[in-house]
Antibody, heavy 120, light 110 residues
Framework: EVQLVESGGGLVQPGGSLRLSCAAS????????MSWVRQAPGKGLEWVANIKQEGSEKYYVDSVKGRFTVSRDNAKNSLFLQMNSLRAEDTAVYYCARGGDYYGSANVYWGQGTLVTVSS | NFMLTQPHSVSESPGKTVTISCTRS????????VQWVQQRPGGAPTTVIYEDNQRPSGVPDRFSGSIDSSSNSASLTISGLKTEDEADYYC?????????FGTGTKVTVL
């Protein structure tokens, strides 16, 4: 059974940093694209970033470029999102999702999310 | 970057059929696969359609997806509507460097 479990969310002040983790199990982690998707309170889904199997390609939504970094550790079946210079508008539930084996493949599996609140 | 526009809400009675549209603002809808994501109130997203018209295992065949190049749009059709189908639905597609979600549609089962 595919499982994705996010952790690392919490309350952080504007300008602060946070590192999210996603522990994957039930599949060969190194074989799939992985993504982060977020949802601000009462708003729709927004893609944040994704990363290729070996980490050689990474893509970001414009609003987080230069502030967020996606990475992965295939030996530990883990996905990460380093978030720096956080802003109030980054407040959201952050979901980890598993794609397929090619760019553009659908995120068929999703985690339960972790809440990030940016506030003073 | 392109946008995906959906109707804000649709409502229908149990047993009926609803269709949700997703119109791409630029670039061909047929050039990149479309996915549909369901999100029930308070829940995490789940995928009901991928690669335009494929259903993940466990998704009932009441859910179907299609593409219409003439209107540059994708559609999600839910037939035999059930109360459990009441949720927000989002289309999603991509281009060379961005993934984009649609604006979302709230489906209400009357």
């Amino acid at each position: 059974e595919v499982q994705l479990v996010e952790s690392g969310g919490g309350l952080v002040q504007p300008g602060g940093s946070l590192r999210l983790s996603c522990a994957a199990s039930g599949f060969t982690f190194s074989s799939y694209w992985m993504s982060w998707v977020r949802q601000a309170p009462g708003k729709g889904l927004e893609w944040v970033a994704n990363i290729k199997q070996e980490g050689s390609e990474k893509y970001y939504v414009d609003s987080v470029k230069g502030r967020f970094t996606v990475s992965r550790d295939n030996a530990k079946n883990s996905l990460f999102l380093q978030m720096n210079s956080l802003r109030a508008e980054d407040t959201a539930v952050y979901y980890c999702a598993r794609g397929g084996d090619y760019y553009g493949s659908a995120n068929v599996y999703w985690g339960q999310g972790t809440l990030v609140t940016v506030s003073s | 970057n392109f946008m995906l526009t959906q109707p804000h809400s649709v409502s229908e009675s149990p047993g009926k059929t609803v269709t949700i549209s997703c119109t791409r603002s630029s670039g061909s809808i047929a050039s990149n696969f479309v996915q549909w994501v369901q999100q029930r109130p308070g829940g995490a997203p789940t995928t009901v359609i991928y690669e335009d018209n494929q259903r993940p295992s466990g998704v009932p065949d009441r859910f179907s997806g299609s593409i219409d190049s003439s209107s540059n749009s994708a559609s999600l059709t839910i037939s035999g509507l059930k109360t459990e189908d009441e949720a927000d639905y989002y289309c999603q597609s991509y281009d060379s460097s961005n993934y984009v979600f649609g604006t979302g549609t709230k489906v209400t089962v009357l």
